[in-house]
């Protein structure tokens, strides 16, 4: 790499910290963006200027409060240089967010998943986004950057879902379908992923720092995201098949064609055959609404046998499961979310019974366990952080690929 540049990739991470810091904090002038930073003032001058002549940032003046003296100026991000679109794809729904370049979200609004062929259903995405922008009267050409996810496997760099519980094997490609009505940069992940993204962001800021940590989330489909500090205070966040992974040989018939998943044990539709004795070579349920599963839990407290069997099978599933992972990866605290944290009283022994049959868990102890209901707001939360960081790089990139040209 040339000393050039060098120079130049160093300015745009320095640029990014700003841009990020200018999120998080709101109005800042020099010396704040300095301290929360660790730049030095003047360097902030010069990227503040820089990011000026780009319209991503706008400063104001704010008088002192005496009357006297020079105003202080503040920055914040021009929240009018573009939009980022967030597409949420559930098991029964679509969610579809807009987010200004503050990082603040504008609108939001939801509807059931439809049925249909891949093909169809990035045709549903495609007019979701054209409402979304309707609904805000932007412009389509005003949304920069689409961060859609899903719960299967996903193929990031191209946006590709390859295979999900609600299409099966139908795969779609979203950018081929968006790129025609939107310039906007697309990106597909997995949903646990970014659950694990956010935690990680939490955990790294709250204390610091934050080594490892899996994000376990339960319901209608059995998800893990894992994120390990790469020591220059990023993380590297992957979302391995957990739920497709084989638990017993021959076992279970899965929803992905597989027998013997863990998922195929442990998602509600295998809790729900287990509990009613449904022979494990029945085709599984696409969906199964919670309120069923809430009826299953009632009887296994009430003392109902099979009941609570089912959920034990369950525990046990994710137990042998995560015992795997720490097998591979080392112990980390797990926190768990999802739907089916409304259930895990009724899960968390069998749990610990399923770690403790490996030799990891028994020499170093139960991993911390930490309960986080709230799915959505972690899966948003991860949107935001990869999709505005990602967005504020291919400006900044852009900018210097132009300056270099000229």
């Excluded at 050409?141 to 899903?150: E, N, T």
Aim: net charge positive; aromatic share 6%; with cysteine.
């Amino acid at each position: 790499m040339s000393v050039i540049a060098s120079t130049e990739l160093v300015r745009q991470q320095n640029s990014l910290r700003v841009l990020s810091a200018l999120r998080r904090h709101g109005n800042l002038s020099h010396t704040d963006m300095a301290g929360l930073t660790g730049l030095a003032s003047a360097t902030v001058s010069a990227i503040t200027a820089e990011l000026e002549r780009y319209n991503l940032i706008k400063r104001q003046e704010q008088q002192a409060a005496a009357g006297r003296g020079r105003p202080r100026v503040l920055f914040q991000p021009n929240r009018a240089f573009g939009y980022v679109a967030v597409v949420v794809i559930s098991s029964d729904a679509v969610q579809y967010s807009l987010v200004d370049f503050t990082g603040k979200l504008m609108d939001r609004f939801g509807e059931p998943r439809s049925s249909g062929t891949a093909e169809n259903f990035a045709k549903v995405v495609l007019d979701g986004l054209i409402r979304l922008a309707s609904r805000s009267k932007i412009a389509q050409s005003a949304i920069l950057h689409v961060s859609i996810s899903s719960k299967g496997l996903v193929d990031t760099e191209s946006a590709t879902l390859l295979w999900s519980p609600v299409l099966g094997e139908g795969q779609v490609d979203f950018r081929k379908t968006l790129s025609a009505h939107f310039r906007a940069q697309v990106y597909l992940y997995n949903e646990t992923l970014l659950a694990a993204d956010a935690l990680w962001m939490r955990e790294r800021g709250e204390k610091g720092q934050a080594k490892s940590l899996a994000a376990l989330s339960l319901g209608h489909s059995i998800g893990l995201g894992v994120a390990r500090d790469t020591g220059d205070g990023r993380a590297d966040v992957i979302a391995p098949n957990f739920g497709h992974m084989l638990h017993v040989p021959d076992g279970a018939l899965c929803r992905c064609g597989a027998r013997g998943c863990v998922e195929a044990y442990c998602g509600f539709y295998g809790i729900l055959r287990a509990a009613f004795e449904v022979p494990t070579n029945t085709i599984p349920a696409k969906f199964v609404p919670i309120a069923e599963v809430d009826k299953i839990a009632a009887s296994a407290r009430s003392g109902n046998r099979m009941a609570a069997f089912a959920f034990r099978q369950a525990g046990l599933a994710l137990g042998n499961g995560l015992s795997r992972l720490f097998s591979l990866h080392g112990h980390m605290p797990v926190f768990v979310t999802g739907p089916g944290t409304r259930f895990f009283d009724l899960l968390k022994a069998s749990i610990h019974d399923g770690m403790v049959q490996t030799n990891v868990v028994r020499i170093s102890g139960l991993p911390q366990i930490t309960i986080e209901p709230d799915e959505q707001t972690l899966v948003f939360d991860g949107h935001m952080g990869l999709a505005l960081s990602r967005l504020d790089g291919d400006i900044l990139m852009s900018g210097m690929a132009a300056q270099q040209a000229s």
